[in-house]
């Protein structure tokens, strides 16, 4: 008798596996979104004086899209518009210092909450910059709205950047690791406890900072912000990119055998960079590059990880980053002095926070086994549209006022044609806009104008006159056709214009 139940149940148990495989055919999709990396960093976009194995195995056995964009020259409106499928001007997305309140409200659409509708399981891991809490976040408490409140099952958080207070990970709703008795107090305007800053200790760093970079101290270095407390929770700068690892494998693991979205943002390579001692001298360039090489092992053992499972060729893999590339970024980390022969923007000009093409051309690689047949595509593509096209993929329709500024464009992203976009948006302290090879810069007296040009050395694209360019016979920018040819500067001035004013639905 026991043994004929046993087998009873056994063969139920088959029928419902196999029922569950049958249901979950949809490809398990991964977002690898790497921070500040430019253009030209990857030696599969031309760089030399880095080796990047693992990402150029992406790109050789996928496509890599020569005019792939994210949609901001910063963090928070590029991850904002990715998530969201919104230009980040509709919600004023703008970089977020590390105590600012979730800025995704709980009822706006959104790429992981519609992937939860149709049954994936889904997860962040890594860098978030897109606020905490409702305006009085409490980090001794429950940690929230935060990402599950927007259709994330999961999330492992740097909560804003790595320069930012407070310097602990969030898991789910919680700061991860901390003593009750020793509470986080975080403030951005005034000092908080006994903990020493930059500005007055200067010979506990390991780095030199500007002014903004020199409060409280933490594992040696100095970050924006004051925090006290929350000591035995405080980050080991170089532990975290194994720590994110490790979380992304066990998320993995547990959602193998259904659909299952992970958006891996990597703290790599934005400063602080402090890679493990293991990529020491990985590069001739200092940290920014070892930092390079670090980012692609851990790519690399991502990927490793779906192929042991076997899963690799139900998965497409999208690669990216969230805006163009810097060298001082705030800490004298040697990163200019080191640069040697390397252009970390490829052929382009400007970089982070830059309206001129560096600040949003990015890598961009999709690859997906079997399903992307390996090629290069000059397509003008935007990260903004990877909810639409994801939806398609899915066959799920959009409602009205879902991801309204993103467009369709699967088959580009899969490599099946090479449409792309007609026209693009790109945001930074000013606005360009693409319109196939004709760029336009719209006037601007932002004043970060000076902050970006002279501090950063970046060619910011704030300027006060029009700017028009064309691509296709100058890739860097250089000569302006503002006043030579009107005809498509009033074309593309209008076409703002109207984007600007259109109505936020579908
Ligand atoms: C800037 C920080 C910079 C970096 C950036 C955000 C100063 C002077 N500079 O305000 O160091 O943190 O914000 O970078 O504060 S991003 O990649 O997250 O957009
Ligand atoms: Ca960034």
């Known amino acids: 008798m026991k043994n004929i139940l046993t087998t009873i149940l056994a063969v139920l148990l088959t029928w419902s596996a196999v029922d569950a495989q049958e249901k979950n055919t949809n490809p398990n999709i991964v977002i690898i979104y790497v921070d500040d990396l430019g253009y030209g960093d990857l030696s599969c976009y031309g760089a030399t004086e880095v080796q ?61 909450g519609m992937l939860k509708e149709i049954g994936y399981a ?25 990402p599950l409140e927007i259709g994330f099952d999961y999330s492992y958080l740097i909560p804003a950047t790595g320069d930012r207070v407070p310097c602990v990970l969030v898991e789910n709703h919680h700061v991860v690791g901390l003593d009750k008795k020793d509470p986080i107090e975080v403030n951005y305007k005034n000092k908080v406890g006994n903990d020493p800053t930059g500005l007055d200790n200067y010979d506990l760093l390991r780095y030199g900072a500007d002014r903004e970079h020199s409060k409280t101290i933490v594992n040696g270095v100095s970050r924006i912000g004051y925090m006290s407390g929350g000591n035995a929770a405080r980050w080991r700068d170089e532990t975290v990119p194994y720590q994110m690892l490790e979380k992304a494998r066990a998320f993995i693991d547990k959602n193998q055998d259904k659909p299952f979205f992970l958006y891996f943002a990597f703290h790599d390579i934005h400063v602080p960079r402090l890679p493990d001692h293991r990529f020491d001298g990985a590069t001739d360039m200092g940290v920014r590059g070892d930092a390079i090489v670090q980012m692609d092992w851990v ?135 693409r319109m196939g090879n004709y760029k336009y810069i719209h006037p601007s007296k932002a004043s970060a104008k000076n902050w970006i040009n002279f501090v950063k050395g970046i060619d910011s694209g704030i300027v006060d006159y029009p700017e028009l360019y064309d691509l296709s016979k100058d890739k860097r920018e250089r000569k302006n056709l503002a006043s030579e040819n009107k005809k498509q500067l009033k074309k593309m001035q209008a076409e703002l214009e109207r984007i600007f004013n259109s109505e936020k639905t579908r």
Request: proline residues 6%.
């Open 299 to 433: 790519t690399g053992q991502l990927i490793d990880h779906l192929e042991e499972l076997g899963i690799d060729d139900n998965t497409l893999i999208v690669f990216s980053s969230d805006n163009g590339p810097v060298l001082d970024d705030g800490y004298a980390d040697q990163a200019r002095e080191r640069i040697g022969n390397h252009k970390p923007a490829g052929p382009f000009r400007g970089g982070k926070y830059s309206a001129y093409e560096a600040g949003t051309r990015v890598p961009t690689i999709t690859y997906w086994p079997g399903t992307i047949q390996p090629g290069t595509s000059d397509a003008l593509m935007n990260h903004i549209d990877l909810y639409a096209s994801i939806a398609a993929l899915l066959n799920h329709p959009l409602k009205e006022k879902e991801a309204v500024d993103s467009e369709n464009h699967l088959e580009a992203f899969l490599g099946r044609n090479h449409d792309g976009r007609e026209v693009m948006l790109e945001e930074a302290f000013s606005y360009g806009l």
């Open 52 to 112: 990047t194995p693992n990402v150029d195995k992406l790109a050789a056995g996928g496509m890599r899209f020569t005019d792939g964009h994210c949609s901001a020259a910063t963090c928070t409106p590029s991850r904002f518009s990715l998530l969201t499928g919104r230009y980040a001007f509709r919600d004023k997305a703008a970089i977020l210092p590390g105590d600012a309140p979730m800025l995704i409200k709980t009822d706006m659409p959104t790429l992981p």
């Open 122 to 146: 889904t997860a962040v891991v890594g860098k978030w910059h897109l606020g905490l809490g409702d305006g009085d976040v409490d980090w001794n408490g429950k940690v929230s709205p935060g």
